[in-house]
């Protein structure tokens, strides 16, 4: 297995006609300009200053939005795409000129890309044919990996004959036949339906542990992200945001993109004003409601009196006001309700703010009534509301 470390590394695509194009704001852009990602001289730039160390035998998870650079990075490591600045370096060995056939890497791609023509026992033997791998050699690491798999029973069929998630057990024992370096996986479950990609998670993080590999998976979906990484990297707009275990991310993110983007549903956010509050105590005012906050937080908060700041909290952390309620209550009006059997989602409108509550089942709220929803205090994050970057 091996280590992968990603140091300055960049990547940049020239524009088609060799000049700068204009800026989204400048008369006559082209409508369709990715408006997310950085326009420079040199071009658009998808990846910037992206560093990584990933140990060996780590499974990392490379999670973000859709043009985040995520997938761009991964075939950087790849081979597929070239890199524009830095270095990759594979076990100690700088690997950016060396062809993806001499990396000891395999990829497993969202789409499959399996050959129609041939069997499944063809297309997980193929890549080890062109090696002139010995045919017993090649007919043990089959038959094992499927063994491994669950698809000992479809080597003599072809694709079309296949489910999607058998088609996906495929092209990841086609993978394993290679016995790479490292795995990487390229949304490898998007096309599969909500129960095959629960099942599916759970393969491929078994397999992990079998096999005891690196292993490198790309991800637009956080609940993949949050149940099979040992460390996620949160991406957006080609910049890493935050590079930490999925309880760390959770529950310290480093900003509010990170904050919003991992969780669901998503961390509620209030924007308002940090006051002076009894004796030393620091108080949010979000207009249609206000409170000191904990103790513990006036000191990280206190520099930052007067000035506009944005208050986060997960929907589990709120919930309907008993008579003991001992932490922040705010009043707002129901204006949609998710029964989800085990659980209930309020969806609720303070008047300047909307928020979702996760509240018991027992719950008998209709549409339009006005509640009473207890924050839990220990569990408040506040962000800079021009930065983003958390302050407590």
């Not at 999607?164 to 949304?187: M, N, S």
């Not at 969780?263 to 000191?292: H, I, Q, Y």
């Not at 969806?347 to 300047?352: E, H, L, P």
Request: hydrophobic share 40%; with cysteine; net charge positive.
């Amino acid at each position: 297995m091996a280590s992968v470390k990603l140091t300055n590394v960049k990547k940049v695509y020239p524009y088609s006609s060799g000049e700068k194009k204009k800026h989204r704001w400048e008369k006559d852009a082209p409508t369709d300009t990715k408006v997310n990602l950085l326009q420079t001289d040199e071009g658009v730039v998808a990846v910037n200053n992206f560093n990584l160390d990933i140990k060996d035998k780590e499974f990392v998870v490379f999670v973000g939005p859709s043009g985040c650079g995520k997938s761009t990075t991964l075939r950087m490591i790849a081979g597929l795409e070239d890199i524009s600045e830095g270095t990759l370096e594979i076990d100690g060995k700088v690997v950016n000129d060396l062809q993806p056939k001499d990396r000891g890497i395999a990829m497993v791609f969202q789409n499959y890309a399996l050959y129609p023509h041939m069997t499944v026992y063809d297309n997980m033997a193929f890549a080890l044919k062109l090696r002139h791998v010995d045919r017993r050699e090649i007919d043990r690491r089959v038959r094992e990996a499927a063994a491994t798999l669950g698809i000992s029973d479809y080597l003599d069929r072809k694709p079309k004959a296949l489910s999607g998630g058998q088609r996906q057990r495929v092209a990841v024992g086609r993978a394993i036949v290679r016995k790479p370096k490292a795995f990487l996986f390229d949304e490898p479950l998007s096309n599969l339906d909500a129960k095959m990609r629960v099942q599916m998670r759970a393969e491929i993080s078994k397999l992990h542990k079998s096999l005891k590999s690196t292993m490198i998976y790309v991800t637009h979906d956080q609940i993949e992200a949050m149940t099979m990484g040992d460390r996620i990297v949160v991406m957006k707009d080609g910049w890493i945001q935050q590079v930490a275990s999925p309880l760390d991310i959770y529950n310290h993110p480093a900003n509010q993109f990170v904050a919003g983007f991992i969780g669901s549903p998503p961390m509620n956010f209030f924007n308002g004003t940090l006051k002076a509050g009894s004796g030393n105590a620091v108080r949010f005012d979000e207009g249609t409601f206000s409170f000191d906050v904990p103790a513990a937080m006036c000191g990280a908060l206190a520099g930052n009196k007067g000035k506009p700041v944005v208050m986060g909290i997960r929907p589990e952390n709120m919930d309907e006001a008993g008579g003991d309620a001992k932490g922040p209550v705010i009043e707002a009006k129901v204006e949609v309700i998710e029964m989800m059997g085990s659980e209930v989602y309020l969806y609720a409108n303070t008047g300047k703010s909307t928020f979702t509550a996760r509240v018991a089942p027992t719950c008998q709220r209709k549409i339009g009534d006005t509640v009473r929803i207890a924050l839990e205090p220990s569990k408040l994050h506040f962000f800079d509301s021009e930065s983003g970057v958390t302050l407590v």
